[in-house]
């Protein structure tokens, strides 16, 4: 007798970070063709698995694009990439607004390491003081500043806050845990939260 499956594995954090996109406003479908796109009409594109660095995650790929959708405001959800053009420097301090937004939020939750961004930005991200919106000179802070206000607001209150504190927890009872893959180089991305 074949059996039927009634069921799919869900990995947590992506139903997680699926959900809390859903909620804001956007179905999130994944690509080898992409590394993070938004269309304005709803649709997140986040690359494949294959595509994606060891320590790129889902969740850290959808937190990292709801971050740039809070900088450029709620107008911004109705455009292609937020209307940001990441194939020149025209963008470069939204950019570090976007970075200096997502340490702040995840520093309230000890996931500032375990969500990191990964591309190319990672050396600013890394090098942030303790408070990101320390007034350090860098244009980007007032603009990060705007985008923490909104993260209070619709449509990304209140489902923000709530996948970075069920992230926090996840995390928390693997790294409890000591859970790790004893076949992989690198330690697990729980091993970087801060609790």
């Keep these: 007798m074949e059996r039927t499956p009634r069921h799919t594995y869900l990995d947590p954090l992506d139903g997680i970070w699926l959900t809390v996109a859903d909620r804001i406003g956007f179905r999130v479908e994944r690509s080898a063709e992409v590394y993070a796109s938004t269309d304005g009409k709803g649709v997140m594109t986040i690359g494949a698995p294959s595509t994606l660095d060891p320590d790129d995650c889902l969740a850290q790929m959808i937190l990292h694009e709801l971050c740039h959708s809070l900088i450029e405001g ?5 455009v292609a990439d937020f209307g940001l053009d990441n194939e020149s420097e025209r963008d470069v301090t939204r950019e570090h607004a ?5 340490a702040w939020l ?4 000890g996931l500032r390491q375990a969500l990191a961004p990964t591309t190319d930005f990672r050396v600013y991200y890394d090098a942030l003081p303790e408070d990101p919106f320390a007034d350090d000179g860098d244009p980007a802070t007032v603009a990060s500043k705007q985008g ?3 993260s209070e607001k619709a449509p990304w209150a209140p489902h923000l806050w709530e996948g970075l504190e069920a992230t926090a927890k996840i995390l928390d009872v693997a790294r409890q845990l000591g859970a790790v893959d004893p076949r992989a180089e690198n330690p697990p991305i729980w091993s970087e939260l801060k609790r």
Excluded: G, H, I, N
């Design 98 to 102: 976007c970075l200096r937004l997502q």
């Design 74 to 78: 709620v107008e911004s959800l109705a």
């Design 106 to 109: 995840t520093e309230k939750y």
């Design 148 to 150: 923490a206000a909104r």
